[in-house]
C-alpha cells in the first residue's frame, strides 16, 4: 500500500474501548482532517450557495464532487482545462468524487426517488442505460450524448477531476433484486475493483487515493465474501457500499456487518448518510467519514439544523418563527448564526429570498461541524452517550 | 434644516468646473460614504444572495430595501420586533428606504413591465388600488389585506423600518398621462411632501434624514415648478422623481432640465438607474447617488459586469465560455473575481448551481464599485471624460 499511495496516511489516533468508533487522522496532499467528519456535497463542483472559502469559514474540512455529474456536464476534459476540481472549487483543502456508480442506479430506476427507495415495490425499468461486465451506458440528462463509464474511463475521469479521494466503480443495488442478482453484482463489482487498481496503478503519480467498495445487498454470506476480498485488494480506504432496502434497520445491520469484516487499518466511508441518529449509529461501527447532501438540501427548504431539537431541525417557513428575534444559534461559535435570528429568516424565506439557502446553508455547515467536534471530543473522553442524547435531544 | 437633521450632514468636496458634477461626502449616524456613489438593492431586507457582510466585502458604502414589499411582508412591526433593518441585514452602514410610491404606481399597471415601460401603449388599468388626495390603496399581494398608505403612514413604517435615509410619499406618472393629470400628479406629490414633512418633524428622533421628490413627467414647466417647491420644503436631500417614458433621451432631458433647478447644497438621488451610460450623464448633471436592481439582477441572469465590455456586460451563458480560464476579472481588488474563472461561472450557470448567481452578485457589486470609485478619482483630477471612455468601451 504504502508504494501506491505516499502521500496519503490514515492514523487511529484512539480506538473505542465500547464499540468499534476510532479517533483518526486522515492526511492527504491538500491537508490533514480528523475523523469522524463529515463531507460536504459540491455535486457539479458548487456547494449550492457557498464559495469554498464561506464553506471553510463555517468550519468545513472536506467537500466532495459528483463524477457521473461533472461527466455529464462539463466534462472532464473542461474541467482539467479549468484547472481541476481545487482551482474550480476555489477550495485548497481535500476533496473526494464518488465513482459514479450510484447516479448510473438511479439513471437505472429512471431518476424516480420512489422507486430508488422501493417504496412503490416495482422492478427497475433500465430504459436509459444497460450495465455489463464492461461498464455501464447511458443518455447524458444535459445533450442526449451516449456515454459510456467503465472502470478504466471512472479512473481516468476521477484523474481529471483532481480530488484527492477517489472511488472504485461499483453498482448498487436494492430491496427489489433477489440474491442471485446481488451475488453476481458484487463479483462483478470486484472484478471492477480489480480493473480500477489496475488502471489507478498505471496512471498513479501520488496525488489520489482509492478507496474500494463492499457491496452484497443486505445478505451477510455476500457481505462477508465482498468484505473479504476487498481487504486484500490494493484500496487505500473502505467504503460501504449502498442498499436501499426498506428500513432503516436494515441500514444498520449491513453496516454492522460489513464494518465486522472490514480491516481496521484503513479509513472507511459511509455513503450518503447525513441523519444524526445514523451518524451516531455508524461511528459506534468505526465509520470515520459521511457525506450527504442533507444539510445544503434542507437549507434550500427553509429547515436549520440545531442541536437537541427533534431530528435535529427546525423548520423556519413555521409562521411560529413570524419576528422571533433568537438567533439561530446564540452559543455557535460561526458568526453567521450568532447574527442571524430565526424571524429574519422565517422572513427571507417566505419571500423566497435566495439569502434563506445561502444563511441556512452556512448555518447547517457550521452544525454539523459543531456535531462532529464534539463526537470527537466524547471519542477522546469515552462520552458519546451522552453526546448522542445531546444531540438527539 | 439643521435642527430637524442634526446628525446628518452632506459636504460638497469639489465641484466640478465643466459639468454640474460634484465630489461629496454624505454623513449619517451609520457611517459617512463619498458620493458619487451606489446604492445596492436588498428589496425584502435581503442584497438577494449575499450577506451584509459579503455585500460588504464586495466594497459596497450604502445599501437599500423597499419600503412597499416590507410593508407588505413582513410588516413594520415585525421589522421593529426584529430590531429594525440594520438588524435583519447585518448592515452597519447607511441604509435607504424608498416611500412606497413607485410600487404603488407598478401596481396601477398590474406589475407588467411592457406596460410600466409603455411599450404596449395601453392606458394604465387601476384595479388593485386606488390613488387620492389622502393617499393609496391597495391589496397585498402576500395575504389580500387591503393596505392604506398615506404619506403620514409612509413616514411611521420608515421609522418603524430604520433606514437612515428615507423618502416622502409621491406618485410616479408616465408618458401615458397627460399635462393636466401631470400638473395635478405633481402638486399633490408637493402637498404629500409637506404632509411628510409635518409627521417626520413630530416624531424626529435624529435617526432619520428625509428627502423630497421632484416631479412633474416630461414638462419643463411642471418640474420647474415642483423643483423650486421642493426647494423650499425642509428636506434634507432631494430626488429627481420616475417618469416613465419611450426613450433613453426623454430620461436624459428631464434629469438636465429638474437639476438646472434643484437647489445645489442638498445630496440628489436618482432612483432606478443603473446602466453605466445613465450613471455617467446623471453624474454629469450632479446627481450624488443612485440605485438599482441591476448589478444583482443580471448576477441572476449569468450576466457579469465588466470595464470596457459592451454594455459593461458579459452574459456567462454563451458557450463562448465553456472551459474559459481567464478569471472573471483578474485585475480586480476584489479576490473573489480573481478566483473564479468565466469557464466555471459558465458551468454553474449551465447546472443552475445557485453558487452562480452569489459569485456573480458580489462581482457585479465589486465592478460597480470600481466604476463609482474611478468616477470619484476623475472628478478629482478632471479626466471624467477619460474615465467614461474607459468605461464605455
Chains 1, 2 share one sequence.
Not at 481541476?84 to 465513482?99: A, R
Not at 434542507?298 to 422571533?324: C, E, I, Q, V
Request: hydrophobic share 35%; proline share 4%; with cysteine.
Amino acid at each position: 500500500m504504502t508504494t501506491l499511495y505516499p502521500n496519503f496516511k490514515f492514523d487511529i489516533v484512539k480506538p473505542c474501548t465500547k464499540t468499534r468508533a476510532r479517533l483518526g487522522r486522515l492526511t492527504t496532499p491538500h491537508g490533514t482532517i480528523n475523523t469522524p467528519n463529515f463531507i460536504f456535497c459540491g455535486t457539479h463542483a458548487g456547494l449550492r450557495s457557498m464559495t469554498g472559502e464561506e464553506a471553510k469559514a463555517a468550519g468545513a474540512d472536506i467537500v466532495l464532487a459528483n463524477t457521473y455529474h461533472l461527466l455529464v456536464r462539463p466534462g472532464p476534459d473542461v474541467v482539467a482545462k479549468l484547472g481541476g476540481l481545487h482551482k474550480m472549487m476555489v477550495w485548497d483543502g481535500p476533496i473526494m468524487t464518488d465513482s459514479g456508480g450510484f447516479q448510473i442506479f438511479i439513471m437505472g430506476y429512471e431518476g424516480n426517488s420512489d422507486e430508488i427507495k422501493m417504496r412503490g415495490k416495482k422492478a427497475p425499468k433500465k430504459s436509459l442505460f444497460k450495465i455489463n461486465e464492461e461498464g455501464a451506458w447511458f443518455y447524458s440528462y444535459h445533450n442526449g450524448e451516449k456515454i459510456h463509464l467503465t472502470p478504466e474511463r471512472s479512473m481516468d475521469v476521477q484523474k481529471a477531476l483532481g480530488a484527492d479521494l477517489i472511488y472504485q466503480l461499483d453498482e448498487c443495488t436494492s430491496s427489489a433484486h433477489g440474491k442471485n442478482y446481488h451475488a453476481d453484482s458484487m463479483r462483478m463489482s470486484l472484478r471492477w475493483g480489480d480493473r480500477c487498481i489496475k488502471r489507478f496503478t498505471e496512471t498513479n503519480d501520488g496525488k489520489q487515493a482509492l478507496y474500494g467498495i463492499v457491496q452484497g445487498g443486505n445478505y451477510e454470506d455476500l457481505r462477508l465474501e465482498s468484505a473479504a476480498r476487498v481487504n486484500e485488494q490494493d484500496f487505500f480506504g473502505m467504503a460501504v457500499g449502498g442498499y436501499f432496502g426498506k428500513s432503516k434497520d436494515s441500514l444498520v445491520d449491513i453496516v454492522a456487518l460489513t464494518m465486522e469484516a472490514i480491516r481496521r487499518d484503513r479509513p472507511v466511508h459511509m455513503l450518503g448518510i447525513g441523519h444524526v441518529e445514523d451518524i451516531f449509529a455508524g461511528v459506534k461501527q468505526g465509520i470515520d467519514t459521511f457525506d450527504c447532501v442533507e444539510p445544503t438540501r434542507l437549507a434550500g427548504h427553509g429547515t436549520m439544523l440545531l442541536k437537541g431539537a427533534p431530528r435535529m431541525r427546525l423548520n423556519l417557513r413555521n409562521s411560529k418563527f413570524r419576528g422571533d428575534d433568537t438567533p439561530l444559534d446564540a452559543t455557535s461559535v460561526f458568526h453567521i448564526s450568532r447574527q442571524y435570528t430565526r424571524g429574519t429568516l422565517h422572513h427571507l424565506v417566505q419571500a423566497q429570498e435566495p439569502l434563506a439557502e445561502h444563511v441556512l446553508s452556512m448555518h447547517n455547515v457550521a452544525v454539523m461541524m459543531q456535531l462532529f467536534r464534539e463526537i470527537r471530543e466524547a471519542l477522546a473522553n469515552d462520552t458519546l452517550e451522552q453526546c448522542e442524547k445531546e444531540w438527539l435531544g
